[in-house]
């Protein structure tokens, strides 16, 4: 059952700019992680945020988690070509399970 | 360490045919993980297992799919017979726990099924 969804589908930014990426959930997590993807490879795990936590730092990355609007949002600052590349949010499923379940990703188109 | 390791990376294969995929996880992961990943369906888990155990299956779309871990560093994803909508491409993953822990993901199988 997906639990995470990505808003917005698509993103085409100009080189330097910010790029938001949000994910929406349905039920309570306990944590929640983002995922870059880029063309012909594997998932590459970016960061992992609980529940417990509001916002989250990694380079040029910030992560931010409002538990009470079940969402969570990427900020990409000073976006780079090399930036382009599918993002997924991953959340615990539905029901206590322990599987990691992925939304469908936003797929962010960086020009020079 | 070199990273989750996946054999083919392509496979092209006709409709009937038993295709075989496999995986070498991440040394000292407990955790090993097979998704399939559409663009309908985005990515799927199929199946995980812990200490080489199946853990969730429910994920298997059909009695045609299987899979195996007989030892901590092989698992195989096996489907017999394929079928055209098998067609995606496949990923293996190793962690050292589940959803509280990031997963390292290999470079993925393309199966083409004609």
């Known amino acids: 059952s997906q639990q995470g969804e990505e808003d917005p589908q698509a993103l085409s930014i100009q080189e330097g700019e910010n790029a938001t990426m949000n994910c929406s959930y349905k039920t309570s997590i306990n944590n929640l992680q983002w995922y870059r993807q880029n063309s012909g490879r594997g998932l590459v795990h970016l960061i992992l945020i609980r529940s417990n936590e509001r916002e989250k730092h990694s380079g040029r990355l910030r992560v931010t988690l409002d538990t009470s609007k079940k969402s969570s949002s990427l900020l990409i600052t000073a976006s780079r070509a090399a930036d382009t590349a599918s993002y997924f949010c991953a959340t615990d499923a539905e029901g206590g399970s322990e599987k990691l379940v992925f939304g469908k990703g936003t797929k962010l188109t960086v020009n020079p | 360490d070199a990273g989750v390791i996946q054999s083919p990376r392509h496979e092209v294969t006709e409709m009937g045919q038993e295709v075989t995929l496999r995986c070498k996880p991440i040394?000292?992961?407990?955790?090993l993980f097979w998704y399939r990943q559409t663009m309908m369906r985005g990515l799927e888990l199929l199946i995980y297992f812990n200490n080489n155990v199946p853990i969730d299956d429910s994920g298997m779309p059909e009695d045609r799919f299987s899979a195996k871990m007989p030892n901590a560093s092989f698992s195989t994803l096996k489907i017999q017979p394929s079928e055209p909508r098998d067609s995606a491409v496949y990923f293996c993953?190793?962690?050292?726990?589940?959803?509280?822990?990031?997963?390292?993901f290999g470079p993925g199988t393309r199966l083409t099924v004609t």
């Open positions: 040394s000292g992961h407990d955790y």
């Open positions: 993953a190793s962690s050292f726990g589940t959803f509280s822990y990031e997963q390292y």
